[in-house]
């Protein structure tokens, strides 16, 4: 399958406590976003990479999120300090944004429950 | 004023009707996605158009970028239809991301 992975696919966990999410991106495309999608709602912009540089945050990435894409291949997104109000579904999506096709594939995504 | 609009929220529809979603928005963009969502599922695109119209299958989609406006059309519907559709606009209005509809919830009975 060469689509775009998240792991876990679901994750529980309590108030306080730091999760990571990882994401694969398909191989070949450079750009790599982090959207979150709360019950009932289109998904919202958190974050993306260019490469290995992250070019733009959303206002919506407080302090207790960080994104990293080391090797400017695969991404992670930790969350610190697991809030309620974070419990959503975190959605990852890669372009190739190589001449116009800048088409974003998504990932099946992870839901956080945080009780 | 969200910067993608869609109509209707909620659709219901019977096996074999003809369906339309709307999209508008205000922002100026270089594409729109029509994208797809199943219960617990995670989305799939269905199209990305920048101009007139494309086709796949049952699915027509239409944009008119001088009206700022999208039309994500399902001919002969069916029960697997069933989902929530979202319109998401990319482009230099937009930065380098996209931004969403709240979906259009999608529901044809058998």
């Known amino acids: 399958d060469t689509g775009v992975s998240q792991d876990p696919r679901h994750k529980i966990t309590k108030r306080g406590q730091n999760v990571t999410f990882r994401c694969d991106p398909i191989s070949e495309h450079n750009r790599l976003y982090w959207y979150r999608q709360t019950l009932g709602q289109g998904p919202e912009f958190l974050t993306y990479?260019?490469?290995?540089?992250?070019?733009?945050k959303s206002r919506l990435l407080s302090d207790r999120f960080s994104a990293e894409r080391p090797k400017g291949s695969f991404s992670t997104l930790e969350i610190q300090r697991t809030e309620q109000g974070d419990s959503a579904m975190y959605l990852c999506a890669s372009s190739s944004h190589s001449g116009v096709d800048y088409e974003q594939y998504f990932g099946p995504g992870t839901r956080l429950t945080v009780t | 004023k969200n910067e993608v609009e869609q109509s209707p929220q909620n659709l219901t529809a019977q096996e074999g009707e003809f369906i339309t979603i709307n999209c508008s928005y205000s922002?100026?963009?270089?594409?729109l996605h029509w994208l797809q969502q199943h219960p617990g599922g995670g989305i799939v695109s269905l199209f990305m158009l920048s101009s007139g119209k494309k086709k796949h299958g049952r699915l027509i989609a239409t944009i008119n970028i001088q009206e700022k406006h999208s039309s994500l059309h399902i001919t002969a519907s069916h029960p697997r239809d069933s989902a929530v559709y979202i319109c998401a606009v990319f482009g230099p209005g937009n930065g380098n991301k996209l931004v969403f509809g709240a979906g259009t919830i999608l529901r044809v009975k058998s």
């Open positions: 990479f260019q490469n290995e540089a992250q070019l733009e």
């Open positions: 922002v100026g963009i270089s594409a």
